[in-house]
């Protein structure tokens, strides 16, 4: 029995409030509040016929964190899911300490704009210390945790599929296959194909920042960082054939490379079809990429953000995409003073996923680990006071209700591994 009160309302807390609705269980009460309300009414008049979880709406500016309190104050939710954008983690998360609430989301902090001057210079200082250039990192974050600690509270970072999942499977690696893990390769392999010349699967500010920045990955104790998409691989992904894929800079490496002893090696790899990698450039090329505000006819527009306005909403992309995701890590270590390699890995339908709530499978991958990560705290099955990484929790529990809620996971102990 719980209330939870969801921030935002795109792509990804659309899947996690249907998930939400399937669980009453835990989920008695949500409060869906976002920056357009219109958008949650329409949601919960859609599901409120289909669920014993009562909904209701708000509206909130999740940079405000003034109108956070307030509204976490008149609606007293035993957690806040954060599933707005990357922006609004710390703001989200002053509200959450201010009122003594459980915090949970699915993406580590990034600012808006990254020129302001402020946060350019512990961002430039972190990158001669860390060694790499990613705008987004845990220190942030992590820096909460003795005021959660102390206000007795939990902070849940990165409870979507990657991070997320993959991070729970390294977990549950290590709990029951492993003494030590040493190498980890997590592979993301989205083998759907929406139609569109050029689309991207979540929020496109979010997804083209990622991605057009230098890749890196974590080895013998510090980070190697290689220009955007340099390091190229194939692979034969199960039920979804053979695939390029690219190594990319990904945020759980940082907090696995910290909470798994004695790994010596973290990559991360993302399948792109040529095509997506040619429009990328080009839009890089051209400017269109750029987070710095340019004028235009007398008025100040953001770039990337003008080409969000043009690409389609990933929201929408639901009803044209098919084929599956594949997403898994592969993980060398030692059992018992001999060498081992497994394979955890989900795969997902884009259009049984649509059938079920009315998403691709992108959504719907990182929408269900939320509301999973949501009840497990909400339920106090996971409850510990600070800010934690979910690979820092018992994976059992969360495992369990993969399998339950839509991601089943497949072990397999005799896989390929990547060169
Ligand atoms: P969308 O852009 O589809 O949705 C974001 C939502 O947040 C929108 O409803 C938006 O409102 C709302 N929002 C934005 N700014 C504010 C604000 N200031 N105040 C209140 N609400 C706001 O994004 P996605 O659903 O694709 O992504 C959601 C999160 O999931 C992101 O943090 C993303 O990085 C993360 N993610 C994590 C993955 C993982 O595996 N871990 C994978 C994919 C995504 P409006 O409707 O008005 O625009």
Not at 120 to 126: A, D, Q, S, V
Not at 158 to 178: C, I, M, N, Q, R
Not at 275 to 297: A, D, R, W
Not at 363 to 375: D, E, K, L
């Amino acid at each position: 029995m719980g209330r939870l009160l969801i921030i935002g309302c795109g792509g990804v807390a659309g899947v996690a409030i249907h998930k939400c609705c399937q669980n009453s269980k835990t989920f008695t009460e949500i409060c869906i509040a976002s920056r357009t309300k219109e958008k949650c009414d329409a949601l919960k008049e859609k599901l409120e016929k289909t669920t014993d979880t009562v909904i209701t709406t708000a509206k909130v500016d999740a940079d405000n964190v003034d109108e956070l309190i307030r509204l976490i104050r008149d609606y007293k939710p035993d957690a806040v899911l954060n599933v707005a954008l990357p922006y609004q983690d710390l703001t989200i998360m002053d509200a959450c300490l201010a009122c003594k609430v459980d915090y949970i989301d699915t993406a580590n902090y990034e600012p808006e704009d990254t020129d302001d001057p402020e946060w350019r210079k512990i961002y430039e200082k972190r990158c001669k210390d860390e060694g790499f250039t990613a705008y987004f990192d845990y220190s942030w974050q992590w820096a909460y945790q003795e005021k959660f600690k102390e206000a007795g509270i939990t902070a849940l970072l990165g409870s979507g599929f990657d991070p997320g999942v993959t991070s729970v499977f390294t977990a549950y690696a290590l709990k029951h296959y492993f003494d030590e893990i040493e190498y980890i390769d997590i592979l993301d392999c989205n083998g759907g194909d929406h139609g569109y010349p050029f689309a991207t699967n979540f929020n496109p500010e979010i997804n083209l920042r990622e991605v057009s920045a230098n890749g890196s990955y974590w080895e013998n104790g510090h980070w190697v960082e290689t220009e955007p998409m340099e390091i190229k691989r194939e692979y034969n992904f199960p039920q979804v054939g053979d695939k390029d894929m690219y190594l990319l800079h990904h945020e759980e490496i940082e907090s696995l490379a910290k909470n798994v002893p004695g790994v010596k090696r973290i990559r991360f790899f993302m399948t792109f079809g040529q095509s997506y990698l040619t429009h990328m450039k080009c839009l890089e090329n051209v400017g269109m990429l750029s987070t710095s505000p340019i004028q235009f006819e007398g008025r100040e527009i953001v770039p990337i953000q003008f080409l969000k306005a043009l690409l389609p909403d990933p929201a929408s992309l639901g009803p044209r995409t098919v084929g599956k995701t594949n997403i898994g890590c592969i993980f060398t270590g030692k059992k018992d003073g001999k060498e081992k390699t497994i394979y955890i890995y989900n795969v997902c339908d884009h259009q049984e996923c649509y059938k079920e709530v009315g998403s691709q499978a992108i959504s719907y991958t990182t929408g269900v680990p939320a509301m999973i990560g949501a009840a497990l705290v909400v339920d106090k099955v996971w409850d510990k006071d600070g800010v934690f990484n979910i690979e820092e929790f018992d994976p059992d529990p969360f495992m369990d209700m993969l399998n339950q809620y839509g991601l089943p996971w497949i072990v397999d102990e005799n896989p390929k591994t990547v060169e």
